[in-house]
């Protein structure tokens, strides 16, 4: 008997945005931008997609056709084989606790005048879910489960260092028990060594709770240590996608082969026990080269 296949999480078909061309005070108005151009993938459960490509390329714009803050021009998005586009509200509500997004910029997505403790729990109370002193302890769970100290609770975001800031994010992402994760560059805005970091507490949030990733980066080096297989775009397509070790190894598109040029990358045979800290100095020698 053959093995079946787990039922992929995600599943885009053909996805297409076109930006309308803005019209201008002054001058022509500006022509409709093609941002994606018909990109299909899918992501199983417990699995990292990573999709990467220079600035500009589309990928901000899939993550947010993805999560319904953009609408597609065409194609279509399946969350756990349901049609988006076929969602009531009240299912886009459920299907929002199931897959949530991280942004790039920890600085500006978190509410500043909100205390960290109060903006993890803003899920729990806006979806109403358990008593007061049930989200209480949620958010001590939370906090604990991101590697922040129980007392940060009543502080404010600006008392933060970035990587901090950034845990919060995380933590109020998780605080609905979500099924999958879409990270935009979460940790571009940091520091090397707390990239590092960032990406090292990932991977574990991920062991443990069976999370799928959509990881979206700039940075090869990184998507080698959180991503099982990798999209390739550009200019609003994906010309690329497998396995990590397949398409670091054996490029195929020439673009890849340009990707890849630019970052060193490290030696993939290097696997554990000593992940941790060659992460930080695999991350640290791909940034300190011009
Ligand atoms: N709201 C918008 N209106 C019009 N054009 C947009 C809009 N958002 C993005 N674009 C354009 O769509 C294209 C793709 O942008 P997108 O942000 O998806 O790229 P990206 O790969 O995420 O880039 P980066 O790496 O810089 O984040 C770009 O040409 C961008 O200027
Ligand atoms: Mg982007």
């Not at 002193?133 to 609770?153: D, I, M, N, T």
């Not at 959180?226 to 070790?245: L, S, T």
């Not at 054996?250 to 993939?268: C, E, F, G, M, N």
């Amino acid at each position: 008997m053959s093995e079946t296949a787990p039922r992929p999480i995600l599943v885009v078909e053909d996805l297409v945005k076109t930006y309308p061309g803005r019209r201008m005070l002054i001058g022509r108005p500006k022509p409709p931008v093609p941002a994606v151009r018909g990109v299909s993938f899918e992501i199983k459960p417990g699995e990292t997609l990573a999709l990467v490509g220079e600035s500009g390329s589309g990928k901000s714009t899939v993550a947010k056709t993805i999560m319904g803050f953009e609408s597609p021009t065409s194609g279509t998005v399946l969350f756990e084989g349901a049609n988006l586009a076929d969602f009531t509200a009240a299912e886009t509500r459920a299907m929002r606790r199931e897959l949530q997004f991280v942004f790039q910029d920890p600085y500006a997505s978190l509410p500043g005048r909100m205390p960290i403790g109060e903006i993890i729990r803003e899920p729990l109370d806006i979806h109403r879910i358990g008593t007061p002193a049930q989200r209480r302890e949620r958010v001590r769970e939370l906090l604990q489960q991101v590697g922040l100290k129980l007392e940060f609770e009543t502080r404010y975001p600006h008392e933060f260092s970035g990587g901090q800031r950034q845990r919060v994010g995380i933590a109020r992402a998780l605080a609905l028990e979500p099924r999958m994760l879409i990270l935009d560059e979460p940790v571009s805005a940091l520091d090397v060594s707390i990239q590092a970091q960032v990406i090292n507490l990932l991977s574990d949030l991920q062991e443990e709770l069976g999370l799928s990733y959509l990881f979206i980066a700039h940075d090869l080096a990184i998507v080698r240590h959180i991503a099982q297989r990798v999209a390739v775009m550009n200019k609003g397509q994906i010309v690329e996608i497998g396995e990590v070790d397949d398409v670091f190894e054996r490029p195929q598109h020439w673009y890849t082969k340009a990707l890849l040029a630019s970052v060193p990358i490290p030696d993939p045979r290097l696997r554990d026990p000593e992940r941790r800290s060659r992460i930080t100095a695999d991350v640290a020698a791909a940034r300190e080269k011009p």
